[in-house]
């Protein structure tokens, strides 16, 4: 049980394009989704906390035009990353919250590479 | 304010040897503490968690951790390395009290080898 998946689990674009990450929650509802980013031999940082049809919180240095996150449903968040440059390649990472675990489950991550 | 401290990026050990990945934690409030693994190119997995109930948390595959409020530490430790457990570990702390709905403060992680 609680499983997370994420779609694609790595895609390679043009810079200047917008590419959108699917997190799914396949087995439960998850009250909120978190996204994380995480460069190569680095730990995880959080980008921003998303409840279920409300707007996602943006952790400090995050840009909320850039990295668009919509949570429309509680089993399903989606990271729009908008406008992708070079410099955002990298390995983004989904987790969703269950509230009775006091844990979060994370998604197997998709690997971002913008040429 | 929440924050991990992991001593030591880079841990090896022989097969067979006691494992031990340090972490040390400091909270405003009273902590929930995580142990994660990453395998190359895969998500983090849930070795085990303190929630305020006992000190001493078993895990999976053969890991446990002890909280010890005294020195503000989480060490993970498993009696005998086995190659598959060559990964990333990450210790986490959950702010606000540990609900799944508040967010995860990661250290910088150990990258554990092991050695045959």
């Known amino acids: 049980g609680a499983v997370v998946s994420q779609h694609p689990s790595w895609v390679i674009c043009k810079s200047g394009t917008s590419v959108k990450i699917e997190c799914r929650s396949l087995d439960f509802q998850a009250t909120t989704m978190f996204w994380y980013r995480q460069f190569p031999k680095q730990s995880l940082m959080l980008m921003a906390t998303s409840n279920e049809g409300s707007k996602a919180t943006y952790e400090q240095g995050v840009e909320k035009d850039k990295f668009l996150i919509n949570h429309a449903s509680l089993t399903l968040s989606t990271l729009t990353v908008t406008s992708a440059h070079p410099e955002d390649s990298s390995f983004y990472i989904c987790?969703?919250?269950?509230?009775?675990?006091?844990?979060?489950?994370f998604g197997p991550g998709t690997r971002l590479t913008v040429t | 304010a929440q924050s991990v401290t992991q001593l030591g990026s880079h841990v090896s050990v022989s097969e067979g040897a006691l494992v031990l990945l340090r972490c040390n934690y400091s909270?405003?409030?009273?902590?929930?503490l995580f142990w994660y693994v990453q395998y190359p190119n895969q998500g983090l997995q849930l070795l085990l968690k303190?929630?305020?109930?006992?000190?001493l948390v078993k895990g999976i595959n053969g890991f446990e951790a002890e909280f010890k409020k005294s020195e503000t530490s989480f060490h993970l430790t498993k009696p005998s390395a086995h190659m598959s457990d060559a990964a990333e570990y990450f210790c986490a702390v959950s702010g606000g009290g540990g609900g799944a709905t508040n967010k995860l403060i990661f250290g910088t992680g150990t990258l554990l080898a092991v050695q045959p």
């Open positions: 987790s969703a919250g269950l509230a009775a675990a006091y844990e979060q489950y």
């Open positions: 909270s405003s409030v009273p902590p929930y």
């Open positions: 303190y929630t305020s109930a006992a000190t």
